[in-house]
């Protein structure tokens, strides 16, 4: 399919109008509008719904729009992988979610450089279900996370625990005075299980989505939050943070996961590498 048809589609998709669409994308109405048609034609399904509103989605254009997501994305990895090409013999696309980043992945990619300076890395982040799904997409190598849903193709095995503990930049905090407590997003995992224990505390007056950047926030005013152990025990030992008393840890497995079709010579080093990693970080 013409990757073009995919974008247009997502762009009218988007503005619910074929005109902002013809806008955006820098074309007359009228070439939007013969895109759509060749587009439905190729299906064989109407994917819009046309009115003097503008334009809405067919059911058959919600079963497509992921699909149209899914066309983009490999067509802008393939380019990238392209581009690379140039200096480099291999390109390595590895996704994680947010919390994996500090004091794990980081690094590992810093050592990956190290050593193959040969590989092309392309770092991300995403919630697991998206990340699991672009790796049945082909558009990342390598997914780390703390849920790695059952998807054909893809081998997942468990790299380590990670577990999360209640910090407190105040010396004297316990669990009965928590004090200016901050929710700290680590994604679904930790969201639900932390409203579960702690429901008095979901409607918190801050919450941050930035991972292990928030720490900057606790350093800097007298709050309380979760963060990752492997994170924090260097500020613990230097009493910049404290472990606040008989407060639940939260401890979550990190997997790995990855095609069961690859080219296994060349993925072994990259593995055998991030296992060894994960083994030196459980092992502290």
């Known amino acids: 399919m013409d990757v073009t048809l995919a974008k247009t589609f997502l762009a009218i998709a988007e503005t619910g109008s074929f005109k902002d669409a013809a806008d955006r994308l820098h074309v007359t109405q009228s070439t939007i509008s013969m895109r759509v048609k060749s ?26 729009q992921r699909h149209a997501i899914a066309i983009v994305r490999v067509w802008h990895h393939a380019q990238l992988e392209v581009s690379l090409a140039q200096h480099h013999t291999d390109h390595l696309a590895v996704g994680a979610q947010i919390s994996l980043w500090e004091g794990l992945l980081l690094n590992w990619v810093a050592w990956l450089r ?38 054909p193709g893809i081998e997942v095995e468990h790299l380590m625990d990670d577990e999360l503990v209640l910090v407190s930049s105040e010396k004297t905090a316990s669990f009965k005075s928590i ?42 005013t007298k709050s309380t939050g979760y963060y990752p152990l492997r994170i924090v025990e260097p500020l613990i030992a230097e009493e910049r943070l404290h472990l606040v008393k008989r407060a639940r840890r939260f401890v979550y497995p990190v997997y790995a ?21 994960a083994a030196t970080i459980a092992g502290k």
């Open 114 to 151: 190290t050593q193959r300076s040969d590989l092309a890395i392309t770092a991300s982040f995403a919630p697991s279900q998206v990340l699991m799904d672009r790796l049945v997409e082909g558009t990342i190598d390598l997914a780390i996370v703390y849920r790695a849903q059952a998807r």
């Open 257 to 277: 996961a990855y095609p069961e079709e690859r080219d296994a010579e060349a993925y072994a080093p990259i593995l055998d590498s991030l296992r060894d990693m």
């Open 39 to 64: 587009l439905e034609e190729a299906l064989g399904r109407r994917l819009f719904e046309r009115s003097k509103a503008g334009a809405r989605l067919t059911p058959a254009g919600e079963q497509f």
């Open 179 to 220: 004090g200016s407590y901050v929710f700290v997003n680590w994604g679904p995992e930790f969201a639900a299980d932390h409203a579960d224990t702690y429901p008095d505390l979901s409607n918190t007056g801050l919450h941050l989505d930035l991972g292990t950047v928030g720490i900057s926030y606790l350093l800097n």
